[in-house]
């Protein structure tokens, strides 16, 4: 089946512990995003990458890292979580970006991240 | 600044209605929208698209219609189903660059 998987589906932490929010793909897709989801703010853009070894920052960069060392994979890592980080969070890839303006993003399940 | 925006929050509708979902955006340089569904617990999924060159798509029970002039888009549920009840985004993008979501609208549908 294709899908895009993140996990934990659920998690609570406190402030500073470093956490990674972890995302596949098995569609083979070249573009894979980073979004947040906050009341009356919608989905905003985190990070971004193209292909493998590729990334770039979205809207809303700050205190998130990302890496995409392979196609499928590409992981959320806050370093020093801070309660300003408390979202939803989805991951999403597609085909590509660029040349092909219809293309729909395919989005996993969410993560709800709670930091105290 | 907000490029795409849905101004409301939340719409009820009874069972059997339209709906009528809208979004407002500021850049001209637009040229593909799209519309996704969004259920509890759940990532959004894509429903129906729409390119700057057309006025209307129709797919079933749902259609978009896009207004340059006033840049505006609308998604139309006929008839609409309680199971329609979800989140709806409207999102667009220029020719090259990433999607931008707008705030996103809560649909209740009621038997």
């Known amino acids: 089946e294709a899908q895009v998987t993140q996990n934990p589906r659920y998690l609570i932490t406190v402030t500073g512990k470093k956490l990674t929010v972890t995302c596949s793909q098995n569609?083979?897709?070249?573009?894979m995003s980073w979004y947040r989801q906050d009341p009356g703010l919608g989905l905003r853009q985190i990070y971004y990458?193209?292909?493998?070894?590729?990334?770039d920052k979205g809207d809303v960069p700050e205190g998130y890292k990302v890496s995409r060392k392979e196609k499928r994979n590409f992981p959320l890592i806050l370093e020093s979580p801070s309660p300003n980080q408390t979202s939803l969070y989805f991951c999403?890839?597609?085909?590509?970006?660029?040349?092909?303006?219809?293309?729909?993003?395919?989005f996993g399940p969410g993560t709800r991240l709670t930091v105290l | 600044d907000q490029q795409v925006k849905q101004n409301s929050p939340s719409l009820s509708v009874q069972e059997g209605r339209i709906s009528i979902l809208n979004c407002d955006y500021t850049n001209s340089m637009f040229d593909y929208f799209l519309w996704y569904k969004k259920y509890p617990a759940e990532g959004p999924t894509f429903l129906i698209s729409?390119?700057?060159?057309?006025d209307k798509n129709e797919d079933g029970r749902f259609t978009v219609f896009l207004n340059k002039s006033a840049k505006h888009l609308s998604l139309h549920i006929v008839p609409s189903q309680p199971g329609d009840s979800a989140v709806y985004f409207c999102a667009a993008r220029p020719r090259g660059g990433k999607l931008i979501f707008g705030q996103g609208t809560e649909l209740s549908v009621k038997p």
């Open positions: 729409i390119s700057s060159i057309k």
């Open positions: 999403a890839s597609s085909p590509e970006r660029t040349s092909l303006s219809h293309n729909e993003q395919f």
């Open positions: 569609m083979n897709h070249e573009y």
């Open positions: 990458s193209m292909n493998v070894e590729v990334t």
